[in-house]
């Protein structure tokens, strides 16, 4: 963003990478993946690099207030600093929080969540799942995120670009609003689960294992780790895949 | 004798309403307790939501047989309240079936409707106990669900077993009434020829043919008495009751959250010390937080704890929650911890905080208005470990068919914990700290961030 803003040029998106894009080597996968459907695409976009922090989310909803403030306030200072008027993250929690949460700390943005951003490239005909892997005949299940679907009510987004693949979309039990939670939200993420007789990861897995598909489709990052450990921990990490959508996407132009 | 039924009735009435008024406003107190929080702006769209919600029961039908039957009930109560205006009128005017010859023509219809309406409720709350204890629905199931044991398993069969009762009576009393009046006797005969046999109360006749006059009259007044004491009865337990929700579901529906599902309470008490921290002017404050925290008199004149240790802490609107929660469990039944085993129950919570307000108002009365005890919502009702459980996940939230917000509850909570007594589980602590020092919840160097985009280039 910095270069760009030096070169006396203004991106059409900020793409907000955000800290399991940036850190966490599974989902290094997904953000490369959408990048190089920008790239190929040729939407000019920028990220903040270096100069991105945390969103706060999770200090906040394991209560810690005063530290989300601080990130909230350090992000929209150096969003503001470079005039960004419009987000794209490929992180559901990062979303909720710059859309909903930010606004009344004087960050006010476009913001969107790369489900929605593919959605709106594959209608307007800038992205053509062609040239790359068939997805014609097999299964895909989709895992509503918590803050997209529930807390956005973004449900159909995700599964439109699912729709692009041509492939055989299968609904788990409880889906869109009565979808169940993968277990991380909430900054369970960052703890060990509180004493039960099951993982919510392992309930969700089974449930999505139950459909018969070979790929579970996801939209964050933590969802993505949670499914995948589900998959695992069911002995079907073989048989079934946990995928982004933005990378099955990127699979079926062969990027 | 007329004149003593009179003057009973209107006793009892005046002793209803005594007690009525006395625990509305023992609760609108408690519901004050909580801090301020304004929201009565968008009347328009919060009408909507209250028509669509709370009188059109929408979430309800999410489930169609069980939303069709609790429709019956909820018609049945509001529409057969137009028949206790007449049955009241009586009581103090001594008078029987007031409006009937006044509406003639559609005083029939009327009672055969009201009839039909009973006999819906009856059968619904026949089928409604059936769920509790005979097929066991896993909500509703005691021995599923802790917080369920005792008093609220039995507050719910009273209430059921209170409405078949109500409605026997309601459907008997007419079907005395209509062979009293057959066989001419007194006043019950001058009806004669204006009132006809009603549509179910019909098939009742056979059990009063038998009686003699004396003992039908007996029945009759006796089934009045009792069916009107009943209401009243009912009126005052009500207030004691889960079942207070037919009365808050309206103003706790109208005044839902219209915010995003996602977006968490901003706290601009802790904005305002940010700020300063980071060395933004105060300007900048202001234009920064266009809510104005500070001059929209929501806040508090002396900034109390942050978060929630006990009700005081909390929104009023969490405690008109508490009021308005039925204990359902479609929370509790939707929620990712209580299903995988967790302590947690988004229903627990509710009343929790309602006993909790209880307990206070108890305190009230026998210790005089200012009594405070030693307790506190966290820690003497709900732990730690439930509230840790939760993955703020909205299927609590979404779930309840009044709009009641459990998430919001906990969510106070844990910045008490968290903030005021900085205990949080260890790894949070280190969340924490990697977020302040390295702006990641990890620990990667935040130099690092961009290291993604060597590979974007490469061949897979």
Known sequence: MADMMAAGEEPEILFWVGCAGSFDDRYKRVTIAFVRILNHVGVKFAVLGPEEACTGDPARRAGNEFLFQMQAVSNIQVLNGYNVKKIVTACPHCFNTIKNEYPELGGNYEVIHHSTFLQGLINEGRVRVEGGESFKGRKITFHDSCYLGRANKVYEAPREVLAALDADLVEMKRVRANGLCCGAGGAQYFKDAEP?????????????LATGADTIAVACPFCMTMMSDGVKNQNQ???VKVYDISELIAQGQGL | MAYLEQILFVVAVAVTGWFVTKRVKLISRAIRLGRAEDRSANAAERLKIMLLVAFGQKKMFDNLLVGVMHFIIYAGFIIINVEILEIIMDGILGTHRLFAPYIAPVYPFL???????AFGVLAVCVVFLTRRWVTKVSRLNADRHRELKQWPVKDATYILVAEIVLMFLFLSWNASDSVLRDRGIG????????VPDFVISQFLKPMFTGLSDTALVGY???SWWLHILGIMAFAVYVTYSKHLH???GFPNVYFSDLKPKGEMANMPEVTKEVQLMLGLTPEQTAEADPSGGNDNGEQPESIGRFGAKDVEDLRWINLMNAYSCTECGRCTAACPANITGKKLSPRKIMMDTRDRLEDIQQGWVKNGPDYKDEKSLLGDYITVEEINACTTCQACVVACPININPLDIILQLRRYKVMEESQAPGSWNAM????????????FSPSD???WAEQVNETK
């Open chain 2, 187 to 194: 006043h019950y005969g001058e009806l004669q020829g204006i």
């Open chain 1, 237 to 239: 990490e073989d048989r």
């Open chain 2, 432 to 443: 924490f700290s990697n977020i302040e020092n390295n702006m990641a919840p990890w620990k």
């Open chain 2, 246 to 248: 037919i009365a808050l």
């Open chain 2, 111 to 117: 009672i055969n409707f009201f009839e039909i309406l």
């Open chain 2, 220 to 222: 009759e007044r006796a």
């Open chain 2, 449 to 451: 961030r961009f290291n």
């Open chain 1, 196 to 208: 039960g007789n099951k993982e919510v990861n392992v309930e969700r897995a089974q449930e999505a």
